[in-house]
Structure formats: structure tokens, C-alpha cells
DNA sequence: ACACTGACCACTG
DNA sequence: CCAGTGGCCAGTG
């Protein structure tokens, strides 16, 4: 929303992480904004998914708390479209809980280095 | 212009 | 070990 004033800040960061974010891995809001260099921010790395729904190319549904749990699902379009998304990439996920999550987790800090 | 909220994480007691 | 609070940025009431 707003006006399409350069209000660009970390949003195009996150948005930017997220589209990097290989098929069938999943990372977490704490480790993109620590990426970033925010700790605290990771409350806005959600806020950001929020605004990332205007945005398709942004892949929210690869990323979740730092428990491997859906937390956002409720935010989509359904509450099983994350699951459903994340399944078809080859995620196990089950009650809301992605299984070999560290197996599945990717670290942008870590593979972008 | 002020205060509160929000898909979180980590530290301190 | 469990519980509580702080911190960060932006948006909305």
C-alpha cells in the first residue's frame, strides 16, 4: 500500500532471499533477517511475507519459523495451501510440522555466504 | 502525532 | 529447566 514513494528498505532484501530460496528447502525469518543483520527485525521478515503477497514471485511458503512450524499457513489463501505448496516440492510436512526440517533448511547466510 | 500491533528470535531471571 | 521481557521496522487505528 502507501504511495509509490521509494519507500524500499529491507522488504526488497527479504523479498529478494526468499525468491533465492531453492525449490524444496525452507528457511526461517530469524535467519534471513540475521542475514540481513537484524535480529529483532524477524517480526518484520512476517510483516514483509504480508506485503510479499502482493508480490508472486516470492515464495513464502519456504519460509517459517525458526521451529520448522507453519506458522503463516493461516495467511494464505487457505490454510493448506503452504502445505500443499510445500508437499509438492518434495516437503514432508505433517500437522503443521516440517519433518527433517534441518535437512530442509536453507541458510542464506550460510549458501549465498 | 502517539500508541499498539504483527507470519519472530534470543537473552536474562 | 521454564517463564518473561526486550528488540527491531513498518503500518494502521
Known sequence: M???????????????????????RVTSYGSIAHY????GSARMVGWAMNQAHTDPDVPAHRVVNR??????KHHFATPTTMQSLLQQEGVVV?????QNFDQHFWDPSVELT
Not at 509509490?4 to 532471499?17: L, M, P, T
Not at 540481513?36 to 535480529?39: D, W
Not at 505433517?94 to 516440517?98: A, C, M, P, S, Y
Open 36 to 39: 540481513l543483520g537484524t535480529r
Open 94 to 98: 505433517t500437522e503443521d510440522q516440517i
Open 67 to 72: 521451529n520448522g512450524v507453519l506458522t503463516g
Open 2 to 24: 502507501s504511495q509509490n514513494k521509494d519507500r524500499y528498505s529491507f522488504f526488497e532484501d527479504v523479498y529478494a532471499v526468499v525468491k533465492l530460496i531453492p525449490k524444496g
